[in-house]
Nanobody, 113 residues
Framework: QLQAFGGGPVQAGGSLRLSCAGS????????CGWYRQAPGKQRELVAR???????DYADSVKGRFSISRNNAKNTLDLQMNSLKPDDTAVYFC?????????WGQGTQVTVSS
C-alpha cells in the first residue's frame, strides 16, 4: 500500500512538498508518478518519472513542479512551487510495478488566492 502525505492549505505563490511511501521498494526502478483530480474533473497526470529517471510533466506544471525518487527513503516526492488556485485537487501517487498499477489514497492540496 502507498501512503501519500504533505498536502494541506497554502496561499497562491506558496510551496508544498508531497511525499509517497510504501512498504518495500515500490518506486525504485519502476515508472511512477503523481496524478491529481479536481472536483468535477477527471484524474490527470501531473508528473512522471521512469525507472531510468527520465521525467515528464503536464504543461500546466512545467517549471513549477519537480518529481523525484528518494531510493534511500523509498519515497516518491513532488516539490510544488509557485502554486496557483488551479492546482487545487486531491493528489495521488502511483507506481506501475510488476505489471500492476498501485495507487496511494490521495492527499488534498488547497491553494487559496
Amino acid at each position: 500500500q502507498l501512503q501519500a502525505f504533505g498536502g494541506g492549505p497554502v496561499q497562491a505563490g506558496g510551496s508544498l512538498r508531497l511525499s509517497c511511501a510504501g512498504s518495500g521498494s515500490p518506486f525504485r526502478g519502476y515508472t511512477c508518478g503523481w496524478y491529481r483530480q479536481a472536483p468535477g474533473k477527471q484524474r490527470e497526470l501531473v508528473a512522471r518519472i521512469s525507472g531510468g529517471g527520465s521525467t515528464d510533466y503536464a504543461d500546466s506544471v512545467k517549471g513549477r513542479f519537480s518529481i523525484s525518487r528518494n531510493n534511500a527513503k523509498n519515497t516518491l516526492d513532488l516539490q510544488m512551487n509557485s502554486l496557483k488556485p488551479d492546482d487545487t485537487a486531491v493528489y495521488f501517487c502511483n507506481t506501475f510495478m510488476l505489471g500492476r498499477n498501485f495507487w496511494g489514497q490521495g492527499t488534498q492540496v488547497t491553494v487559496s488566492s
